[in-house]
């Protein structure tokens, strides 16, 4: 039998002792489990960035594995701890949009979380959401673990790509740690043709790589996440554009 995965998506960092705390809560519950780092350096409470690097990720781990993502700036307050499953996979987390690349319009059972009276209200990830994707990782059923999850779950609102005139506008929905722009294109939106525009700048059609400009070039390429994305080679088109998430990105098509 091959051992349980369970990933770890947080904003807790790691100068402090939170990460480790959460993986003692998992491996005193689940010994067997193998612990998978997606990343701790989300920006504190940032649900938009932590939705797509979930969305991002999830779907290339084989099926079984249980997610814990625990970017949680309610946390101690009415907001729902849920547990829920979809494409045999299993999540556990806070009901406050992180899930919406998950759940998406996916029917799927959900249940919330019962919050043991020793858990600290300020720390659900280790006392609550942890021991629950332990539980799951161990094979105890979904619905061992709460109540029936009566809601909707809160969702994210975005803005679609959208047009203006002969041209298609859409917008940065990620900057990852090399000032690299991720927007909600996707090259279905970029014919051959069409000519990409940030701040009045013409960066040109899509390329391939970074290898496609010189050193110090904007360009926009399709990015392994499937997305359209601007970068500087060995630079940061955030820091050269002063560009960050909701930046709008123009794509001229005419």
Do not use: C
């Amino acid at each position: 039998m091959s051992r349980p995965l369970i990933t770890l998506l947080t904003d807790f960092g790691t100068a402090d002792s939170y990460v480790a705390e959460v993986k003692a809560a998992l491996l005193r519950a689940a010994p067997q489990a193998t612990l998978v780092d997606l990343t701790h350096a989300v920006p504190p409470g940032d649900l938009r960035a932590a939705a797509y690097l979930l969305g991002r990720t999830w779907h290339r781990f084989p099926e079984g594995t249980v997610h814990l993502a625990v970017v949680d700036p309610g946390v101690g307050t009415p907001r729902a701890a849920l547990a829920f499953g979809t494409a045999g996979h299993w999540f556990v987390g806070p009901d406050n949009g992180l899930f919406t690349p998950v759940l998406r319009d996916a029917a799927v059972e959900i249940v919330t979380l019962a919050i043991p009276p020793t858990a600290a209200p300020t720390f659900h990830g280790r006392d609550l959401f942890a021991p629950a994707a332990a539980a799951l990782a161990s094979g105890t059923a979904l619905q061992a673990l709460g109540q029936p999850f009566l809601g909707i779950p809160h969702r994210l609102s975005y803005r679609d790509p959208h047009y203006e005139g002969k041209s298609l506008v859409g917008e940065v929905v990620y900057v990852d740690r090399f000032g690299t722009l991720v927007t909600n294109l996707t090259p279905e939106m970029v014919p051959d043709y069409a000519v990409i525009e940030i701040e009045g700048l013409d960066i040109g059609p899509l390329r391939r790589t970074f290898g496609d400009v010189p050193t110090g070039g904007l360009l926009a390429y399709l990015g392994s996440g499937g997305q359209v994305e601007i970068a500087v080679r060995d630079g940061s088109a955030a820091r050269r554009l002063g560009m960050g998430v909701g930046g709008r990105i123009r794509v001229r098509l005419g």
